[in-house]
């Protein structure tokens, strides 16, 4: 389902909502343009977080995300309000960050679990007594497809319903549970090394 419309048809805006985010996307339609920067402060570290965990690179997390809130801006009055604007917005983020995944072919997301390389490069962090383990979580998940590491982050650091999160990726709920299941049982694979460190 898209959320955008020609500039000619009705839009539906709510007259009597108590959900701030439509509130400022009324105003927004109507004219006033200062509440997009409202919305963009609300919402741009989920953006942010959701971008760097997809895309593995921290550089480009700033480039990708401004790219999502151009997006936004230029579509922001059609929406429909038939969904939360979180879902429409992570929508568009998922989105761009493929179409980033597809322009420059990043293969090395996808690494084998098993790789030898991968467990030597654990092993050693493994030795370091000042190892960072909220660097070490990242790193592992960065390791996962993109097919599993989106949902995953959905669901456990943005707290996504998997409904939601089937919605915003197209899919079936069903699908989204064994991806999620997929992605935490390869994460346990990835973080054995740790497991001390990160149980005890």
């Excluded at 983020?93 to 072919?105: F, G, M, P, Q, S």
């Amino acid at each position: 389902m898209t959320e955008n419309k020609n500039e000619d048809e009705i839009i539906n805006i709510p007259s009597n909502t108590s959900d701030e985010d439509f509130i400022l996307i009324k105003k927004f339609i109507e004219g006033d343009e200062t509440t997009f920067r409202t919305l963009v402060l609300k919402h741009k570290d989920k953006v942010r977080n959701l971008v760097f965990l997809t895309i593995g690179n921290r550089e480009l997390v700033d480039d990708i995300s401004q790219e999502v809130f151009i997006s936004v801006f230029s579509k922001l009055k059609f929406f429909r309000f038939e969904s939360q604007f979180t879902t429409w917005l992570y929508r568009i983020t998922v989105n761009k960050c493929k179409d980033h995944l597809r322009k420059i072919k990043i293969r090395s997301i996808f690494v084998p679990i098993k790789d030898n390389d991968s467990d030597a490069e654990y092993g050693t962090r493994h030795q370091n007594e000042n190892v960072d383990m909220h660097e070490v979580v990242h790193a592992a998940i960065e390791k996962l497809p993109e097919k599993l590491r989106v949902p995953l982050v959905m669901r456990e650091m943005d707290g996504l319903s998997y409904k939601e999160i089937a919605d915003m990726l197209d899919t079936e709920v069903g699908t989204i549970k064994s991806r999620i299941f997929r992605a935490r049982e390869t994460l346990k694979i990835l973080l054995q090394p740790f497991e001390s460190e990160l149980f005890t």
